[in-house]
């Protein structure tokens, strides 16, 4: 199975948690995936992920943009070419503090939620 | 965790089954990953990954340049953006036809070897 991450139907988040955000989950159980699931997140400039914390992990790649990891009460700058990768149970937040759209794949084990 | 890919050391494969490839474990079981594994595969121009099969399944997404995945005696182009499901058991190669580096994410769940 080979698609373009953008032809997938975007899930938008605006809220009080969670701002400027569209996720897709590219490949999924649907897929045939068993055991991790691939989701793309577009994060538009002054946009974040909700600030939270949950018991499986994250593995980040970070495609284009400049954004900062809020992590452990630390702020770390990222770039494209950056990896990340979040232990269970750490509270995070992803912010876009740039002017242009920051782009990231995060993976999840198939115990997680989709999305 | 936050670390560049390239900074990671590089393992070089040239030999008969894979040509101009640099592969490099990004986040793997010393970062504390248990459940799924990510690799970053640079590609020189003319160069290939094995054309083999295994148990495990692969889950890609293409960061920069062009390539093309064979895969089902198909010949698919490959993009920056794309993202491919490859099932387990499923013969595939990834080969860079393009005059510039490809360089691709992969990931592998956590019983097929790191690299």
Known sequence: MIRQFADVEPTHFNNDQA?????RVVIGRKDGAENFFMRVFEIAPGGSTPKHRHDWEHEMFIHSG??????????????????????????????????????????????????
Chains 1, 2 share one sequence.
């Open 66 to 115: 400049e954004g900062e990891l809020h992590m452990n009460g630390q702020c770390t700058p990222l770039r494209s070419g950056n990896v990340v990768f979040v232990p269970g149970n750490e509270e995070h937040q992803i912010k876009n503090s740039s002017g242009e759209l920051f782009t990231m794949v995060c993976l999840v084990p198939s115990k997680a939620p989709e999305l």
């Open 19 to 23: 701002k400027g955000v569209a996720a």
